[in-house]
């Protein structure tokens, strides 16, 4: 059977990707850095449910990483039938003072591997002629977000990529999926300095309910988890900008 590929298979959502799909399943190919995590987790998953689930770990900051993976699921000869672009990271805090070095490597992640990986991985996809694509944006994508500038660019640009690769292949048999979570219960919050704001106060999701909606809905070229993001996305849009970004901004401050 194809295999679905998950990066940020680790912890959070992508985990759960692994958990749902597998469930139903799926062989998995789980990628993310920490290697203990990800051969735990295939083990377990073979264990419970008798699927053949892969592990390669790549730094996805680095800028060898999508062309290395690709290289390695060419060698090891296995097919694709989805593509999972969950791998990504945020941090809080003014743009000039923090750290450049971290702010790059967010790019890195959030963009330019999800990228790569996806022009290195499409051409397989498009030969099983079902494939999909599944990329976790945010609902950050919709506005502007102060203290969090680079993230909410970054999930912008994942949502207006994903978008127009939906139109560019429609009909091809591979669909493309812009994923936009609001606050999540995963590793996120923690790791980027936000547990104590005011947006992860206001309620957050849990990862399931992301997935199973994500899984459900992967179809369409947007998918908005949960009715209460959906609400505040499309007040946003009747918004006008200078408000959804100050707004944005208290959130996270
Ligand atoms: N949680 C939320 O509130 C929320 C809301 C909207 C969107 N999102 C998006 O959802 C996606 C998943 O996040 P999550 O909430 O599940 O967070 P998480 O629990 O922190 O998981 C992030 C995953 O990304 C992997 N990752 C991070 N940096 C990486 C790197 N340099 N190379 C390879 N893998 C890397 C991590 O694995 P390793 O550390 O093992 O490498 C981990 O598996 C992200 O794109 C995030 O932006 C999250």
Not at 4 to 23: K, Q
Not at 35 to 58: N, S
Not at 137 to 158: D, E, H
């Amino acid at each position: 059977m194809a295999h679905v590929i998950i990066t940020g298979a680790s912890a959070g959502i992508g985990e759960t990707f692994a958990r749902t799909l597998a469930a139903q399943g799926q062989d998995l190919i789980l990628v993310a850095r920490r290697k203990d995590r990800l051969t735990e987790l295939a083990e377990e998953l073979g264990r419970q449910h008798g699927i053949d689930a892969r592990v390669l770990t790549a730094d996805l900051a680095r800028p060898d990483a999508a062309a290395t993976l690709a290289d390695e699921l060419t060698a090891h000869g296995w097919a694709l039938s989805g593509l999972i672009n969950n791998a990504g990271f945020g941090d809080r805090g003014s743009f000039e003072k923090m750290d450049l070095e971290r702010q790059l490597a967010m790019i890195q992640v959030n963009v330019t591997s999800l990228v790569d990986l996806t022009w290195r991985l499409l051409p397989q996809l498009r030969q099983q002629g079902e494939g999909f694509i599944i990329n976790v944006a945010s609902t950050a994508a919709f506005q502007a977000g102060p203290n969090m500038a680079i993230y909410y660019a970054t999930k912008a640009f994942v949502l207006s990529f994903s978008e127009a690769l939906h139109e560019e292949l429609r009909g091809s048999g591979v669909r493309v999926s812009a994923l936009c979570p609001g606050a999540t219960e995963s590793e996120f919050a923690s790791r980027a300095n936000m547990t104590d704001t005011r947006l992860f106060h206001s309620g957050t999701m849990s990862a399931e309910a992301v997935v199973a909606e994500a899984l459900a809905r992967r179809q369409r070229a947007i998918v908005i988890s949960g009715w209460r993001n959906r609400l505040m996305v499309w007040a946003g849009k009747l918004s006008p900008r200078w408000l959804t970004r100050r707004l944005a901004g208290w959130l996270q401050a």
